[in-house]
């Protein structure tokens, strides 16, 4: 019997084409490709659904933050402005609907590799939960695998996951070195972030040459001083 390739189920992604498949077919006679397939399908439609519906009451805040600002919403250049704030805002918190293990199901593999992975230099971009403007920077990533490593791209999609959300720098950089601590469970982790605030720069102090870096150590990257001080130099040069 042949069965729909995962393109060709991206093809039909609705709640009403998959689930129809699934009843036809038999969800358990399926390719594990084709099963992965119809799952995130359902997935993204139920994140849409949502924010779809939740577009006009964000749309409606805006058109209220606008006149509280004195502005006329009914002027050309302001029209569509609060329609487009929403659709931004509901992009830049797209990781409240996303998972880790929704990228890493995939892509963790046995291997025998006992030393040392990097990935720096990782751009990131968030918004800082106690003034709504951006802070944005860089993210250095390593971990000592115990058998198990991770697809290189995904650990840049971990860093996207939870930076777009409302964040604060030192609770992102912890939440990213326990995310990987968590699926790939390595003898140890650690994460930098180096980034500039918006909130220092744009307002406040208005510091523009500011930057704040912030660390998580976990594993043998927090008890041994070696391992910390190897990774800090690898992360820290060119």
Known sequence: MEYPKA????????????????CRKGF?????????????????????????????????AYSSILRGLGENTDRQGLLRTPFRAAKAMQFLTKGYHETVYDILNDAIFDEDHDEMVIVKDIDMFSLCEHHLVPFFGKVHIGYLPSKKVVGLSKLARIVEIFSRRLQVQERLTKQIAHAICEALQPAGVGVVIEATHMCMVMRGVQKMNSRTITSAMVGVFREDPKTREEFLSLAKNS
């Open 28 to 60: 358990s006679e399926l390719s594990i490709e084709v099963k992965k397939a119809a799952l995130q399908c359902n997935e993204k439609s139920r994140k849409e659904s949502e924010d779809e519906s939740n577009l006009p009451v964000l749309e409606a």
């Open 7 to 22: 393109a060709e189920m991206n093809g039909m992604c609705n709640d009403k084409i998959v689930n129809e498949f699934m």
